[in-house]
T-cell receptor
Framework: NAGVTQTPKFRVLKTGQSMTLLCAQD?????MYWYRQDPGMGLRLIHY???????AKGEVPDGYNVSRLKKQNFLLGLESAAPSQTSVYFC??????????????FGPGTRLTVL | GNSVTQMEGPVTLSEEAFLTINCTYT??????LFWYVQYPGEGLQLLLK?????DKGSNKGFEATYRKETTSFHLEKGSVQVSDSAVYFC??????????FGAGTRLTVKP
């Protein structure tokens, strides 16, 4: 049981390049999330998904796209990277709990630098 | 909107000292409250949680009580260890779609 895994762990991009971050979970969770973590700002939600084939915007969605073609995978795409997207990206998942918030389980993170 | 404010760090303590990390929140409804911990180079992991007023969450010697009257969820531990050195995040969520995190408090415990 690997939990939540993220690929890659590190990446350096040049401005304007594109890339995709992959998140996979083996806990059969309905919900999946992408966050970015910046110094002094905690974690901010980029996009999330409430189930296979669904996605929705979070607090800071601009410049990112996501897809959830399979229940266990959640992809985060940067079409044209900018230096402001330099950050640590975390994926998380949680089970469906009616009417309340459940614990989120986090991956180890991807450190992205955009030059 | 919902938000969390936690005490700024960094916090440096000697081993066996008492720890308090303050957390207050603003919410429109009745959120669940969480403390997550992040060890160096790792993702966040749940430390404890409370889902309604007056609930006390506890784990690994850490405790926090959901205080609706003061909108607070302060983290405490009676005797910290070097292995408790990490960044601690307070968070709230009213449903599964909107977890809000505080900025994080870095704790360093010296032997």
């Amino acid at each position: 049981n690997a939990g939540v895994t993220q690929t890659p762990k590190f990446r350096v991009l040049k401005t304007g390049q594109s890339m995709t971050l992959l998140c996979a979970q083996d806990m059969n969770h309905e919900y999946m999330y992408w966050y970015r973590q910046d110094p002094g700002m905690g974690l901010r939600l980029i996009h999330y998904s409430v189930g296979e084939g669904t996605t929705a915007k979070g607090e800071v969605p601009d410049g990112y796209n996501v897809s959830r073609l399979k229940k266990q995978n959640f992809l985060l795409g940067l079409e044209s990277a900018a230096p402001s997207q330099t950050s640590v990206y975390f994926c998380a998942s949680s089970p469906y709990t009616s009417g309340s918030a459940d614990t989120q389980y986090f991956g180890p993170g991807t450190r992205l630098t955009v030059l | 909107g919902n938000s969390v404010t936690q005490m700024e760090g960094p916090v440096t303590l000697s081993e066996e000292a008492f720890l308090t990390i303050n957390c207050t929140y603003t919410a429109t409804g009745y959120p669940s409250l969480f403390w997550y911990v992040q060890y160096p180079g790792e993702g966040l992991q749940l430390l404890l949680k409370a889902t309604k007023a007056d609930d006390k969450g506890s784990n690994k010697g850490f405790e926090a009580t959901y205080r609706k009257e003061t909108t607070s969820f302060h983290l405490e531990k009676g005797s910290v260890q070097v292995s408790d050195s990490a960044v601690y995040f307070c968070a709230l969520s009213e449903d599964n779609n909107d977890m809000r995190f505080g900025a994080g408090t870095r704790l360093t415990v010296k032997p």
